[in-house]
Every structure is written in C-alpha cells, then in structure tokens.
C-alpha cells in the first residue's frame, strides 16, 4: 500500500479547516483540485475517507486514523529538521511570524533590531493575523511561529500538534475619557459604565466573547456601539469620547495613553503566548525568535497607572 505524503497533509487539513474550499484557498489549489486528490487517497487506501454530512461532509472512522498518524510523521520530520540545523550550530533562513496587532506594535520591530545585531543571517517575515487564521496557516506551513493572547475564562481549541509557550500575563484595564455621573476617575467600578457606549472586537472572536461575559459577570449588558479588531481605533475613539473599551497595557510600550485607565477587581488579564508546529520548538530560528520576544517583553514597559 503506498501512502502519498501530500495527499495525507490535504486531509490533515480538511480535518482542522472542516471544508474542502477552506483547504483548496489554504494550499492555492482550486476546489476540484483537492477533491480529485482526496479522491486519488481513497484509492490508494482502500477505504472511505469522507462521506456526506449534511450539506457538508465528515472524515471516516479510517480517515482519523489517518490524520492521527499523519500528524505524528509531520512532527518527526519537524524534529528531524530541528536536529539537523541545531547541528550546523547556525541560525540562519527564514522565519514567518503570525502576530496579533499589539503584539506586532509592542515587540516586533524591538525583535527585529535585535536580531539584526546578533543574528544577521536570520530574516523574519512579519503576517498580523488573528489567531483564527494564524494558527491554521502555521500548520499548514504558511507560517513557523505565531505570536496570540488567550483568556483564561475563554482558552481557545487548540490542536494536539502544535507547541505552545506562555510569554508573559497582560493587564487588560478598562480605558475611558470622562468619569461617569461626577465620579472621580479613581472610584469608578465597572458597572458604572452600564449605560456608557461600548467598543468591542467583532462578533465571535474571543477577545469579545471574554470581554461581554466580563460585563455580564459586573451585572450588564454592554450597550455596544462601534466593533473593530484594531485596538489603535479602539484606543482612538475612547481618546475623542465616544467609547468606553478594554485595553491591553501592551499597548502602551513606548507611548502614554491620553485617557484614563482603571484596573478593575477582580482582576482582568490575557496570556501572551506563542506557538510552533510541534516537533519545531528545537529548532534553532524557533528558539532564538521566542527568546527575542521574551526581552522585548522584559524591557522597561511605558508607565501606566491609573488616572
């Protein structure tokens, strides 16, 4: 029986993606491209490997199997590369990062003049890219790192074949021009901004769900006025008074913020992490880019206190 690697990958893929069109747009392939691969891996199986779902369709019981041993071929080629290039003892290539926005503000040209310096054979490619899109591209090897947050109360699905690492806990306050109802900045409490407009993330990603069910939890419903995942135009219309938000103080390397922003009881954060395909975390480039990411996160973080 022969087993064709790239024709497995294709199924890994539709595993983690859940339709052929989203793996066919992932590869560069048109539909019927896929499928007629697919279609070929049956055959050189022997067995079903999708069969209709509704309008959709769902992997067999042989094609889980398949991908469950696909997934652990591709992490022993990872960490046969790994072992390979740590034993030229140089770091040299390519590496593409995925990176969320603050991340990408915060720390990425910080990692790049660093490594400009110590590791000059080592170019990185920068995508900002929400972790939805990010994490699926790394495994398909669009991407080598991806740097996303996670709350604690809304931890995201994650694959079995990736390597996750926490870099660092990040404050979220919330952040607002004008005290509500006379208060002093200092004594506002989140539930004073029942009635105040709201900017939040786009419907169902996680940083809104986290960032809702926080002002449930306060006794509210956020009166939700403005949606967008830039936290620059979030930051912009709480500044000019027509929003109240949260804010992550990674925001504010190298710059002050010209409103107020209170941390709230309870407290209120998001973990930084980041994240490689598993097998890769040895490799040499993987190894010294979250090495860069931990000292730019050590270095002195701009002043933020309450106001």
Known sequence: MKF???????LRELAHRGTVSAVAAAASYSTSAVSQQLAVLEKEIGARLLEPDGRGLRLTPQAEILVRHTSVILEQLELAEA???ASTRSVTGIVRLASIQTAALACVPEILDMLAETHPGL???LTQAEPEVAVPGLLARQFDLVCDDAFSDFPPARPSDINLEALATDPMRVA???APRGLAAFEVKLEDFSTAPW???LPGSPGREWAVATCRRAGFEPRIEHQTSDVVVQAQLVERGHAVAFLPDLLWFGRQPTFHLRWMEPAHTRTLTTTCRAGSQGH???VVLRGAFRQALALERAAVTDR
């Open 4 to 10: 064709d690697l790239h024709r497995m990958q294709l």
């Open 83 to 85: 072992e390979v290039t």
């Open 123 to 125: 170019s990185i490619q």
């Open 176 to 178: 607002f021009r004008d």
């Open 199 to 201: 900017v939040m993330e």
């Open 284 to 286: 040499p480039s993987i």
